[in-house]
């Protein structure tokens, strides 16, 4: 079975800085795109950053420049550095992968998309 297990949540002052992590536990060969999301309460559920397998990243313009997606393809992890943080960054972040390849007995299966349990982030001003 394979799935995200995300870490590093919790709770900040404004101005400072949290690291979430996210492993992709499972017999994986390979994972496309992996990035972050999150979702305030009251509303939809966000891009945050994405990276690609190799390397390309993109960032929703509220957080540019202050967080930072990184990735290390052997171990099939994710982190998302996240400094200056700001109240408004409060919300459940959870971490996504696009196009999980993994081995299923004999088999190579693709899960076209996965999504990790979600950990909190709260910024108190």
């Known amino acids: 079975q394979v799935q995200l297990v995300e870490s590093g949540g919790g709770l900040v002052q404004a101005g400072g800085s949290l690291r979430l992590s996210c492993e992709a536990s499972?017999?994986?060969?390979?994972?496309?795109?992996m990035g972050w999301y999150r979702q305030a309460p009251g509303r939809e559920r966000e891009l945050v950053a994405t990276?690609?397998?190799?390397?390309?990243?993109n960032y929703a313009a509220s957080v540019k420049g202050r967080f930072s997606i990184s990735r290390d393809n052997a171990k099939n992890t994710v982190s998302l550095q996240m400094n200056s943080l700001k109240p408004e960054d409060t919300a459940v972040y959870y971490c996504?992968?696009?196009?999980?390849?993994?081995?299923?007995?004999?088999?190579?299966?693709?899960?076209?998309?996965?999504w990790g349990q979600g950990t909190q982030v709260t910024v108190s001003s």
């Open positions: 990276i690609s397998s190799g390397g390309s990243t």
């Open positions: 499972g017999s994986i060969f390979s994972i496309d795109a």
């Open positions: 996504n992968a696009d196009n999980v390849y993994y081995k299923d007995t004999i088999w190579r299966r693709r899960l076209g998309d996965l």
